[in-house]
């Protein structure tokens, strides 16, 4: 908490200079403590409220941002009222937004961050107040350097952090420059997706990169607040195998589930390009789980889907979920004119209770949907954004997931987000009707309907409300213009 800029010391014209100096000097001194051990007071207040911040009224989707694209969004796990966000206006950098009160509020806490290009937030689990944030600086020649910052004060200040990776590429003995994605706090371990060098292609070869291609990258993590980093997963650094995914157990942190498999791309897609960004969807997908912080790694599943992501419920560490869908990443077909949906989704969902010792299939959806994005509560429960229907010539394919800026400069780190939103088109009423948030609970194996979206757009995150709730968070627009949304199911 920032509470004064500055102190002035009153100086007196008098003969006895040097004395009152010093007197003022003291009661400076004493001002300071004062209000160090004010703030401290109120800073201490101020927590205990985030703690106890009400959570809004349920049932009904309210706007309570607009003018920000948000790429990510994250509750604290301490203090579910606080949220931080990674958000962006137009031809403008990223900067991070927080509130305090579930959302209702928000200040803009970046601007000092200097994130440039990109920003992705972990938070600790034990103190909503410390946060990290990295960022890419791109240079006017194109040179890019990605950058961790620090704050323990919710942002107010940032400090930043010189980041040193202990690791080396497979294909060259020149040291991999730090360049971690999807960060994570666990514990009082950080953790994190190390993207590998530029020369190295999907196919695990050198030469020239396709125009379509997606980095590899292993997990690394630190355990120093960001100053070392080290591979967690050397002995799953298989050649051309990349990871897509990985879970945490919030409560050991030497317990950590990661999904790796072989890149789809280079690809020709179809007619529709999504932004030249490219989601890390690999093929022949396998789970593995290490139970001593990656000195041994066990087979869990083999061959998973296409797309196939895995999440774990933050109450019940033994619940774990994997899904994905067997069909290629469904890019719509421009000037599609029979009006049926162009995308078969295949979309299937298994779960463990056990820590993944064994699995069953969750019951397929109730019809066949075009699932745009699914997330794991808490207490178990899924929550999926489906949409089972399009409008003739109409592209409402909105893509969520970690992403890639393809053709990049050499040597340069390409631009990308936690989850890369591609909004295009906005559909009709007629549309918008067959969209629908639908919510899987474990205890009655059923799915049901939570709700419709407010309007067209991607289900961004799911936190926590209270003991009975969670909140729902959708990006959409309205007349032409981004707006963040809320719903407490």
């Not at 009152?20 to 001194?29: D, K, M, N, P, Y």
């Not at 009082?188 to 379509?212: A, D, E, K």
């Not at 489906?386 to 040597?411: D, E, M, R």
Request: aromatic content about 8%; charged content about 10%; hydrophobic content about 35%.
């Amino acid at each position: 908490m920032k509470t004064q800029d500055s102190i002035d010391i009153p100086t007196a014209e008098t003969t006895h200079v040097k004395k009152r100096t010093r007197l003022a000097t003291i009661g400076a001194i004493l001002v300071v403590a004062l209000i160090i051990g004010a703030s401290a007071a109120v800073f201490a207040q101020l927590s205990q409220q985030h703690k106890n911040a009400a959570l809004p009224p349920t049932g009904n989707w309210v706007t309570v941002l607009q003018g920000y694209t948000i790429t990510s969004l994250a509750a604290a796990n301490n203090s579910p009222g606080v949220l931080y966000a990674c958000a962006t206006r137009a031809n403008s950098n990223f900067t991070v937004l927080r509130s305090t009160d579930f959302g209702s509020h928000w200040q803009d806490i970046g601007s000092k961050a200097a994130l440039g290009e990109t920003c992705q937030l972990a938070i600790n689990p034990t103190n909503s107040n410390d946060i990290f944030a990295t960022g890419v600086s791109i240079m006017g020649n194109g040179q890019a350097t990605a950058m961790l910052k620090h704050s323990t004060d919710g942002g107010q200040s940032w400090a930043s952090v010189q980041p040193t990776l202990n690791m080396t590429s497979s294909s060259s003995s020149t040291p991999v420059v730090w360049n971690v994605q999807e960060l994570r706090f666990v514990g009082s371990t950080l953790f994190g997706l190390q993207w590998l060098p530029l020369n190295v292609n999907p196919t695990g070869t050198r030469g020239t990169l396709p125009r379509y291609f997606t980095r590899l990258s292993r997990l690394v993590s630190s355990t120093d607040g960001g100053q070392t980093w080290k591979a967690v997963d050397a002995q799953l650094a298989m050649g051309g195998q990349s990871v897509s995914s990985y879970a945490v157990d919030p409560t050991n942190s030497s317990t950590i589930y990661e999904l790796v498999s072989t890149p789809w791309w280079p690809i020709q897609p179809r007619e529709v390009e999504p932004n030249d960004i490219i989601p890390t969807f690999g093929s022949n997908g396998n789970l593995y789980k290490t139970t001593d912080g990656g000195a041994t790694w066990h087979l869990l599943l083999k061959n998973l889907p296409f797309g196939a992501q895995l999440q774990l419920a933050g109450s019940n560490t033994q619940t774990l979920y994997v899904g994905g869908t067997r069909s290629p990443l469904p890019y719509i077909r421009s000037g599609a004119t029979n009006g049926t949906n162009d995308v078969q989704s295949g979309f299937n969902l298994q779960m463990s209770s056990d820590g993944g010792a064994t699995w069953r299939a969750v019951p397929p959806l109730p019809q066949a949907s075009f699932v745009q994005g699914w997330f794991v509560t808490k207490n178990g429960q899924v929550f999926i954004n489906t949409n089972t229907g399009f409008v003739p010539g109409v592209q409402p394919t909105a893509i969520v997931g970690t992403a890639i800026a393809v053709t990049p400069q050499s040597g340069t780190i390409p631009s990308i987000s936690e989850h890369a939103v591609a909004l295009t088109t906005p559909p009709t009423s007629t549309t918008q009707t067959a969209a629908t948030i639908q919510r899987y609970d474990s205890s009655t194996n059923a799915w049901s309907v939570v709700t419709k979206p407010p309007t067209y757009g991607v289900m961004l995150a799911v936190t926590p409300g209270d003991a009975n709730s969670n909140v729902l968070w959708f990006l959409g627009t309205t007349n032409g213009k981004t707006a963040l949304y809320r719903f407490i199911a």
